[in-house]
Structures are given as C-alpha cells and as structure tokens.
C-alpha cells in the first residue's frame, strides 16, 4: 500500500549569500521515494545534507494527499526556515545559472531519492548574487508500508 503526496511554492530570496531551506524529517516506519524539481531565477548553490541535527525545526509546511478523495494525512514532516545546528553528510550539489529557457522559463533542477528511516534532510539554497530573485519548489513523495 502506498500513498502520495506534494507541495509546491516560491520563495523569494535578496542578497548575496542569502541562504533560506527546507527540512525533511523521515519516519520510522515507512519508505519514502521523494523528487524534486527546483527553478530558480537566477544564480543559486542547492546542496542536500543527510543526518542534520537542528535547533528549530522551521515552520510547518502542508504536504497534500494526491488522491484528493482520501483523508490520509502525509508522515514525513516539512518545513521551511530551519534552524541548523549540524548540516550532516552533504549527499548532493548542484548550481543553477542566471539563464532561461525559449519560453522564458528559469533553470530547473530536478533530484530523486529513496531516503532513509528516521532522518532528517536539509535542502540548502544559497544565493549567489545581490539582487532579489526567487526559487519556484515542488515536492513530491510516496509513502510505502514497509515490507
């Protein structure tokens, strides 16, 4: 049995070496294979950390069940703005680029994995230039019973 979920948003960041992200704490008792797809319009560092340890988790972010018929509510917990005491195992980098695409669409970065019980993930997003630009997120996740 599974379920699935998303959550999708823009985050507006200022200044050169700004730095705003999401946590992603992971239950203990189900598999999650999670993806996300990144825009940004300008130049930012995305890096993933694993194991984090924070001192505030950040505000909640609402996860949507997919089958908008079922009233089954997501178990991996979301936030934004965390408060981070030890990033963890950097697990993954990238860097997105000040360019667009022919219908003008920002650059898109997109990454999957089957994450781990019990652990939270850090997505950091670092800006990398000095004016105001914006990071368009969708998240989605598939809640599996674990075999």
């Given at each position: 049995?599974?379920?699935?979920?998303?959550?999708?948003?823009?985050?507006?960041?200022?200044?050169?070496?700004?730095?705003?992200?999401?946590?992603?704490?992971?239950?203990?008792?189900?598999?999650?294979?999670?993806?996300?797809?990144?825009?940004?319009?300008?130049?930012?560092?995305?890096?993933?950390?694993?194991?984090?340890?924070?001192?505030?988790?950040?505000?909640?972010?609402?996860?949507?069940?997919?089958?908008?018929?079922?009233?089954?509510?997501?178990?991996?917990?979301?936030?934004?703005?965390?408060?981070?005491?030890?990033?963890?195992?950097?697990?993954?980098?990238?860097?997105?680029?000040?360019?667009?695409?022919?219908?003008?669409?920002s650059s898109q970065?997109?990454?999957?994995?089957?994450?781990?019980?019990?652990?939270?993930?850090?997505?950091?997003?670092?800006?990398?230039?000095?004016?105001?630009?914006?990071?368009?997120?969708?998240?989605?996740?598939?809640?599996?019973?674990?075999?």
């Amino acid at each position: 049995m599974f379920n699935q979920y998303f959550t999708k948003g823009v985050v507006s960041i200022d200044g050169l070496g700004t730095i705003t992200g999401f946590l992603f704490t992971t239950p203990a008792d189900l598999r999650i294979y999670a993806r996300a797809m990144v825009y940004a319009s300008d130049d930012f560092t995305i890096q993933i950390y694993e194991d984090v340890t924070t001192l505030d988790d950040g505000t909640p972010i609402t996860g949507f069940n997919t089958n908008r018929n079922s009233l089954t509510a997501h178990s991996m917990d979301l936030f934004s703005a965390p408060t981070i005491d030890d990033p963890g195992d950097l697990i993954w980098e990238t860097r997105t680029l000040a360019t667009k695409g022919i219908a003008g669409v920002s650059s898109q970065i997109t990454y999957e994995i089957l994450v781990k019980y019990s652990t939270k993930y850090y997505w950091k997003i670092t800006k990398n230039t000095a004016a105001t630009h914006f990071v368009d997120y969708d998240f989605w996740w598939v809640e599996y019973e674990s075999i």
